[in-house]
């Protein structure tokens, strides 16, 4: 499977975006995809993940109460909604995807997925 990160942008602390990443050439439903990012100078970190199951999702500590991961399997999408974005959100977003089980444990590592989308800026002003 490819994967097609979209959404970013610049915008103001408090406000919202929504990210999707969009795959191709493979059976979507098969991948487990999570959401990385990347600020300057900082290593890539694991921000959320959503298994096969659309109701089995994972979280970063810093963003558990504010971003919410989701996937539609009929438009082979995965969706990162990210409400009162802090400057510290500030990075370069990745989707990740790894083909699993249904049963398997979230991925958290960079090493667990073997797909990886182009980046998309995510920038938000004080």
């Known amino acids: 499977v490819q994967l097609q990160a979209s959404g970013g942008g610049l915008v103001q602390a408090g406000d919202s975006l929504r990210l999707s990443c969009v795959g191709s050439g493979g059976t979507f439903s098969f991948y487990s995809i999570g959401w990385f990012r990347q600020a300057p100078g900082k290593e890539r970190e694991f921000v959320a993940s959503i298994n096969r199951r659309s109701g089995d999702t994972y979280y970063e500590n810093s963003v558990k109460d504010r971003f919410t991961i989701s996937r539609d399997n009929d438009k082979k999408t995965v969706y990162l909604q990210m409400n009162n974005l802090k400057t510290e959100d500030t990075a370069l977003y990745y989707c990740?995807?790894?083909?699993?089980?249904?049963?398997?444990?979230?991925?958290?590592?960079?090493?667990?997925?073997?797909?990886w989308g182009q980046g998309t800026q995510v920038t938000v002003s004080s």
């Open positions: 990740a995807a790894r083909r699993t089980i249904i049963t398997a444990p979230h991925g958290t590592t960079v090493q667990d997925y073997s797909t």
